[in-house]
């Protein structure tokens, strides 16, 4: 685990975004498949900054950027997106504090429930999550893209 002196957590600042994207490109690996162009790194960080920026948080040790988490809450439930870590901050608890950290922001507004999604094939994923309590809902996911890529 991590040693909670060495690692702090704050709220994104424009001058993260380099290093963001960086750790976005090695965690998400889909960021770099050309057929997607709906995962566009860039965008996503605008899109975060126009809308709940306070909820888009950054785990910091050593003076560099080594996990994300975004959050955000529309009355009625609340969501988590690109929870990242980078590879050599693994499995130190860097993802668990996120987690809790963006669950105590929604929490602090009212969220009575936390949503995320998992892609299907990346059960390891799945795993850490369901170690933090989540669990699979029986609902189907839909989504339907609206003329702008996100």
Not at 93 to 104: D, M, P, Q, S
Request: hydrophobic content about 50%; proline content about 3%; aromatic content about 8%.
């Amino acid at each position: 685990m991590i040693d909670a002196s060495s690692m702090s957590i704050r709220v994104f600042d424009a001058g993260d975004t380099d290093a963001v994207i960086a750790l976005w490109l090695e965690a998400f690996p889909e960021y770099q498949d050309a057929s997607r162009p709906q995962r566009n790194p860039h965008l996503s960080i605008a899109n975060k900054l126009a809308m709940q920026p306070e909820l888009f948080f950054v785990a910091v040790k050593d003076g560099g950027i080594v996990g994300t988490v975004m959050a955000g809450y529309d009355g009625h439930r609340g969501w988590l997106y690109s929870l990242a870590v980078g590879a050599a901050s693994r499995r130190l608890g860097i993802g668990t504090a996120l987690v809790r950290h963006a669950e105590a922001a929604l929490a602090a507004r009212g969220c009575p429930k936390v949503n995320l999604q998992v892609l299907s094939a990346k059960a390891d994923v799945q795993a850490f999550y369901e170690s933090l309590g989540y669990v699979a809902d029986a609902v189907v996911s839909l989504g339907k893209r609206l003329g702008a890529v996100a």
